[in-house]
Structures are given as C-alpha cells and as structure tokens.
C-alpha cells in the first residue's frame, strides 16, 4: 500500500480540488444563470422526463433535504414546475421550456469548461484518474 506523508490527508486534497473544481464550473456556467449543482439536477430531470423527490436524490447521489430545497429555487426560477399526482405528498417535477432553454444554454458552456479541464490530461491518465476515485469510493463504501 503506497503511503502518504502525514499532513496530506486524501479527504482534503479530494475535498479542495472538489471545490476548485466546482467553482471552475460555476464560473463557466454563470452566463446561463445556472449553478453546477442546478445544472446537473436539470440535466437528471431531463434524462428522466418527470421524477419525483426520492427518485432524483437516488439520482444525485443526495438527500433529501437538499434536493428538495434546490427543487425549490429551481421551481420559484420557473425552470421545473410540478406535475399532478394522485397523492399530494408526491413533489412530481418536470422541466418547464424556460429549464430546457438554460440547460441548453448551460450545456454548451459545461463542454467548454470539460473540454478545458479533459484536454490537460491523456485518456490513460483519465481512465487510471477514474479508476483511482471508483478505488477510493469503494474502500469508503467498506468502512464500517
């Protein structure tokens, strides 16, 4: 097992560069008025037409909470709206045209800034990249 020394800690490198990752995003996306987080829910709900609360936390990988509360400022933007469902408890939500348009808007920006951060690295150094987080997610899967 390869060692680190001790004041490099993987949660804190993996969790800076997470940030500096995403800010990177949300600056490239800022043009559309869409955040990471927005834009990738609006993507989800997009691929899966309508979905409700629980569906799209599985989706993202969050809870909840937090899902309902990005749902909600995406609704108030008025770029979901729900859907009518026989059981008022179920928050069913689609994409409104306004959504699609800045997801669209949005997506060409998000392949400008993937194009900038892929085109730094080779498809080995990509794939052995990728392997390396799916490693590390599995082993924190494993903690008991």
Known sequence: MPTTPKNQC???IVRDTARSLTNAYDRALAPSGLRTT???MLSV??????ANVNQLSELLG????????NLNVLE??????RV????P???????TPKGKQKREIAKERWKEMQHHITSAISA??????????QTIEKKCNEWE
């Open 10 to 12: 993987i949660c804190k």
């Open 38 to 40: 927005q834009y990738t």
């Open 45 to 50: 709900l997009k691929g899966q037409s309508v």
């Open 62 to 69: 969050i809870d909840q909470t937090t899902t309902t509360r």
């Open 76 to 81: 108030d933007a008025g770029l979901v709206s």
């Open 84 to 87: 009518p469902h026989h059981d």
């Open 89 to 95: 408890r179920v928050k069913l939500m689609k994409l």
């Open 124 to 133: 080995d150094e990509w794939r052995t990249f990728q392997k390396v987080l």
